[in-house]
């Protein structure tokens, strides 16, 4: 009974072993999965890997993913060079409000009004009021709490400071509790500027067009 013992483990070793290396193929794991003639074209990486790691577990996949990585020059010629972009024009805020609409700055202020009140006298609201604010200190009107981040500015809210900070709160006062995503049209931002111009009793003069 013993030998008969010895054999049946033996013999349920082996069976494991050869299961074992079935499911698990032997190789280097750095092995071409095909050969530079059978490759497959070009394609985007980047979508390829929003499949992982999931997709990964086939082993077609895996071989992909080692025969690009084991081809230099097929990965290069995927990847197109970036476009070379000008210098971008140095803009002349006084040319663009000389030219701005205040009727069009009014529309596109509508979007600042579900943060702020715009009436003269009105009330703080999730933003400061805006009543004057061309001219005021930065960070300064009364009763509202700013983030440390905005009060921490100094200076006054001039055309030029208030045009640049329109194109992108968060990223010229980082921490400013203001979500809003910005104007990135220049001609967008002059026209909102031109209608806050009107919602003050003696607003700083326009700068001339350089």
């Known amino acids: 009974m013993a030998g008969i013992s010895v054999v049946a483990a033996i013999a349920i ?7 074992a290396h079935r499911l698990v193929r032997d190789g280097h794991p750095g092995a071409l999965a095909y050969k530079p003639a059978d490759m497959p074209p070009p394609v985007d990486l980047a ?6 790691p999931d997709s990964l577990e086939e082993p077609a996949e895996r071989g992909r993913l080692v025969a690009y990585l084991h081809d230099p020059a097929r990965q290069a010629s995927a990847v197109k060079p970036a476009a070379a972009t000008a210098p971008a024009a140095p803009v002349d805020l006084g040319a663009l409000l000389l030219k701005a609409d205040a009727n069009a700055g009014k529309a596109k202020a509508a979007v600042c009004m579900t943060c702020h009140d715009l009436t003269q006298g009105g009330p703080n ?4 009021n805006l009543w004057g604010v061309i001219g005021r200190g930065v ?9 440390p981040a905005m009060a921490a500015q100094h200076g006054n809210w001039t055309y030029d400071r208030i045009f640049i900070f329109l194109a992108s709160p968060a990223r010229v006062v980082p921490g400013t509790k203001m979500g809003f995503p910005g104007f990135s049209r220049p001609e967008d931002r002059a026209a909102v500027i031109k209608y806050l111009v009107t919602l003050g009793n003696n607003p700083p003069p326009l700068p001339p067009p350089s």
Do not use: K
């Open 13 to 19: 070793i082996w069976i494991g072993s050869w299961f």
């Open 47 to 52: 979508s390829i890997q929003r499949g992982w």
């Open 125 to 128: 609201r999730i933003g400061p």
């Open 139 to 147: 960070g300064s009107h009364p009763g509202f709490s700013y983030s």
